[in-house]
Every structure is written in structure tokens, then in C-alpha cells.
């Protein structure tokens, strides 16, 4: 059974940083992309980063691009994200994702974890 569990969230003031977490079990790893999105009060949820199986692999929203870092760790089936340079309208709740196509388009979350960036 696939399970994602973020961890890291936090209060931070803007121009401050966090390293967000997913640990990932219940499939192959190293097989799957691996994604973080983000969704703030009243609007849709976003994809922020995706880096796939091979991580040399990465794509970013342009609203983080230059700011934000997503890797793997193969070996301890995790996917991280580094955000720098913080601002209030990256306040948000931060998912990890993994998608699958076969047999059937399914996407599995965590259960995310708060980002709050304010004064």
C-alpha cells in the first residue's frame, strides 16, 4: 500500500527557509517520479516540483524556480524540497505526490503538511 508522510512544515519569517520531507513506503521507489504540490486557502492545488525516477530529472513552477530545490534519496525512499528565499504567498499546505498510470490514472497524497510564512 502506497504511503507518502511529509514532515518539516513550519512558521517561518519571509526570507527564511525550509527542507521538506516525504518518506515514502508500500512500492518501488526508484521506479516513480515523485512530485510536491501546494495548496493555499481558496485556490487550487498546484504543482510546485517534480523530479523523476532518474534525478537528474526536475521541472518547477516558475513561481519557485531559482528559489526551491527538489531531490531523492533512492536509498532511503525519500523526496525533499528545500525552499529558500521565502514569501508570504508561498504560505500554503505542501503535498507529496506519486502518480500512477497503469491500470489506472491514480494519484496518492500525504496527508501534507503546513507552510506559513509571515512576520
Known amino acids: 500500500q502506497v504511503q507518502l508522510v511529509e514532515s518539516g512544515g513550519g512558521l517561518v519569517q519571509p526570507g527564511g527557509s525550509l527542507r521538506l520531507s516525504c518518506a515514502a513506503s508500500g512500492f518501488t521507489f526508484m521506479t516513480y517520479a515523485m512530485s510536491w504540490y501546494r495548496q493555499a486557502p481558496g485556490k487550487e492545488r498546484e504543482l510546485v516540483a517534480a523530479i523523476g525516477s532518474i534525478a537528474s530529472s526536475t521541472k518547477y513552477a516558475d513561481s519557485v524556480k531559482g528559489r526551491s530545490t527538489i531531490s531523492r534519496d533512492n536509498a532511503k525512499m525519500t523526496v525533499s524540497l528545500q525552499m529558500n528565499s521565502l514569501k508570504p504567498e508561498d504560505t500554503a499546505v505542501y503535498y507529496c505526490?506519486?502518480?500512477?498510470?497503469?491500470?489506472?490514472?491514480?494519484?496518492?497524497w500525504g496527508q501534507g503538511t503546513q507552510v506559513t510564512v509571515s512576520s
Open positions: 505526490n506519486t502518480r500512477r498510470r497503469q491500470p489506472l490514472l491514480t494519484d496518492y
